[in-house]
């Protein structure tokens, strides 16, 4: 199975939810020209009232669809965009991907993991139960985090449904990812 891009969304305002698109366009060193949380420094606005200077590690987020599946069987209702994610991809194991893996995303855009999406409490407030439904355990106990993985953009581009997704591993030891 080709992993593939299943959907494209931003939001201009802070809203929980991004709107599905015909098309995206990321813009490097910045995120999804018109999206709320593109910029160099941070726009999540927790993170903006601890530190405004501090960089944005979180210019993209990645959600992949087999998540929505294991919601939906579980009885949420989840569309692609609801959960706030920019890019939905099908046939990619985001979270088992090491912080700095590239994203190869349709003809040239290109997008570095930067690490975990960190469930927060507005999931409960799209639907309840929500945010434990992201959230689990291993055998050993850890936490597992599976609300999707966040990047910043090294090369911009166009990206739609239907694009491609190559996955470049770093080079070197792999670091896990872990919550940014």
């Known amino acids: 199975m080709t992993s593939r891009v299943i959907a494209v969304s931003r939001s201009a305002t802070h809203t929980f939810s991004k709107t599905p698109l015909e098309s995206i366009r990321l813009l490097a060193g910045l995120g ?13 606005r ?31 209702a989840v569309r ?4 706030g994610e920019n890019v939905t991809t099908r046939g990619v194991d985001l979270l088992a991907l090491p912080t700095g893996t590239r994203l190869r995303l349709g003809e040239t855009a ?19 139960g929500l945010m434990k439904a992201v959230l689990d355990r291993d055998e050993e106990g850890n936490l597992v ?6 990047g910043i953009v090294i090369e911009g581009g166009e990206v739609r449904p239907g694009d491609p997704v190559y996955v470049e591993p770093p080079a070197g030891p792999h670091e896990p990812l872990r919550p940014v």
């Open 32 to 44: 999804v020209e018109g999206d709320a949380h593109a910029g160099v420094t941070v726009k999540h």
């Open 46 to 76: 927790s993170r903006v009232a601890r530190d405004p200077s501090q960089p944005n590690l979180r210019q993209v987020h990645l959600v992949h669809a087999e998540l929505h599946d294991e919601l939906r069987e579980a009885g949420f």
């Open 80 to 83: 692609e965009g609801d959960m």
């Open 110 to 128: 290109v997008v570095e993991v930067t690490g975990l999406r960190n469930p927060c409490a507005q999931l409960n407030g799209f639907q309840d």
């Open 145 to 150: 985090r599976k609300a999707g993985v966040m």
